[in-house]
């Protein structure tokens, strides 16, 4: 089993949709959660943050993490087509904050 | 502030030759993270310099090695090429001191033939 699961899609949506984005782990020492935006030929950029369990919101971004379950979600609301890239979870524990566990990334398409 | 920069961008190597990409952590960053990203097996953490000293490592073989300098900036050399070498390297900078938010360039695709 590998310690972060991430269904690879493709996810196509229409704009405006509400997308819904997830990745299960197995490694309960995980406490740092992050989600990063990967578009085509450019490096990951850093979305959402989140230590520990609990939720977290940025503009159209909500972050929801859920220890108990090993399970974290990210929604993206009003989804636009410049939402339409590669999203990857990653996490890490303490004392290895600089080792990131990514998920293998879902593809989302957002249709005008 | 500026971003994480890699140099070069783009490289064409031939089997069994070495190379060495460089990274430039965000002013006042001093963690320095490596990763490798191919389509099979996504991204992959390589190693971890802060203070100029290897904080964490990867699963890699020794030919992947790196360093850091005194002012944060870090390369990382992989020796004796080969074509799975090829793949994007992707470095990340943090803060450090425990803070787990990393910051990445754009990568260096490297392409081994």
């Known amino acids: 089993q590998k310690e972060v699961e991430q269904d690879p899609g493709p996810l196509s949506v229409p704009e405006g949709a509400i997308v819904s984005l997830n990745c299960t782990y197995s490694?309960?020492?995980?406490?740092?959660f992050m989600w990063y935006r990967q578009y085509s030929r450019k490096g990951p950029e850093l979305l959402m943050y989140t230590y520990s369990s609990g939720n977290k919101e940025d503009g159209r971004f909500t972050a929801q993490v859920d220890k108990s379950s090993k399970y974290i979600s990210l929604f993206i609301r009003d989804s636009q087509p410049s939402d339409s890239a590669t999203y990857l979870c990653?996490?890490?524990?303490?004392?290895?904050?600089?080792?990131?566990?990514f998920g293998k990334g879902t593809k989302l398409s957002v249709k005008p | 502030k500026a971003g994480v920069t890699q140099t070069p961008r783009y490289l064409i190597k031939t089997r069994g030759q070495q190379v060495t990409l460089s990274c430039s952590p965000i002013?006042?960053?001093?963690?320095v993270s490596w990763y490798q990203q191919t389509p099979g097996q996504g991204l992959q953490f390589l190693f971890e310099y802060f203070s100029e000293t290897q904080r964490n490592k990867g699963n890699f073989p020794g030919r992947f090695s790196g360093r850091q300098f005194s002012n944060s900036r870090s390369e990382m050399n992989v020796s004796t090429l080969e074509l799975g070498d090829s793949a994007l390297y992707l470095c990340?900078?943090?803060?450090?001191?425990?803070?787990?938010?990393?910051?990445f360039g754009p990568g260096t695709r490297l392409t081994v033939t």
């Open positions: 002013s006042g960053h001093r963690s």
């Open positions: 990340a900078s943090s803060p450090g001191t425990g803070i787990a938010e990393q910051y």
């Open positions: 490694n309960s020492a995980f406490q740092y």
């Open positions: 990653a996490m890490s524990q303490w004392g290895s904050q600089g080792n990131l566990i």
